[in-house]
């Protein structure tokens, strides 16, 4: 069964950079679309970007296009996000989901949630 658990958040000045891992201990990611969502202060949760095995395409929300990328490491069973360039808007919970398809930068029919970690930019 999927069992996500993301990690790598952490405080950080605007500009900086943080990678957020996504890993599967109990089963293969390589071929599950995996999505990333974020909340911030007082939002609601909204998907960023989705990444399909099928295609090998990713998809970004604007918000993020050119600053994030998401990298998987089937060796490892993990999926990266690759963030750069950080804005203090970016402050947020992010979490990784298994889903069954990419709508666009949202993954869609999610059979699981990470718990999520914290990123913080301060300015």
């Known amino acids: 069964q999927l069992q996500l658990a993301e990690s790598g958040g952490g405080l950080v000045q605007a500009g900086g950079s943080l990678r957020l891992s996504c890993v599967n201990s109990?089963?293969?990611?390589?071929?599950?679309?995996i999505g990333w969502f974020r909340q911030g202060p007082g939002k609601e949760r909204e998907g960023i970007s989705c990444n399909s095995p099928r295609d090998g395409s990713t998809v970004y929300a604007d918000s993020v296009k050119g600053r994030f990328t998401i990298i998987r490491d089937n060796a490892k069973n993990t999926v990266y996000l690759q963030m750069n360039g950080l804005k203090p808007e970016d402050t947020a919970v992010y979490y990784c989901a298994a889903g069954i398809s990419c709508s666009g930068y949202v993954a869609d029919d999610i059979r699981i949630w990470g718990l999520g970690t914290q990123v913080t930019v301060s300015s």
């Open positions: 109990r089963a293969t990611l390589a071929h599950w679309p």
